[in-house]
């Protein structure tokens, strides 16, 4: 089982960066896919961006494509998502996934482990 916590949450104004870190529990990190996704009021969790149990693949979003970037540091249990280019339709509760299966795609329903979410706003 492994716990996740994000940070790094706030508010941004649109243009602006801000780096999402989410902190795993447990000594076999390295065997879990990972995900971030978003949920904005009203609205369904949708699939920002994924990482591969090594980091050697990456997976996004065609919406946060070219301004997200996803990365992992197996040694320090820790997934990042950088955000440049904020958008105000960035704004949402971000989640943190991990995926027992080493699933690194966008289906939510294949990851069993959550963290709490940080919010993040970004103002126009």
């Known amino acids: 089982q492994v716990q996740l916590v994000e940070s790094g949450g706030g508010l941004v104004q649109a243009g602006g960066s801000l780096r999402l870190s989410c902190a795993a529990s447990g000594r076999t990190f390295s065997s879990y896919g990972m995900g971030w996704f978003r949920q904005a009021p009203g609205k369904e969790r949708e699939f920002v961006a994924a990482?591969?149990?090594?980091?050697?693949?990456?997976y996004y979003a065609d919406s946060v494509k070219g301004r997200f970037t996803i990365s992992r540091d197996n040694a320090k249990n820790t997934v990042t998502l950088q955000m440049n280019s904020l958008k105000p339709e960035d704004t949402a509760v971000y989640y943190c996934?991990?995926?027992?299966?080493?699933?690194?795609?966008?289906?939510?329903?294949?990851?069993?482990?959550w963290g709490q979410g940080t919010q993040v706003t970004v103002s126009s």
């Open positions: 990482i591969s149990r090594r980091g050697g693949v990456t």
């Open positions: 996934a991990a995926s027992g299966g080493g699933y690194s795609g966008g289906a939510y329903t294949y990851y069993d482990y």
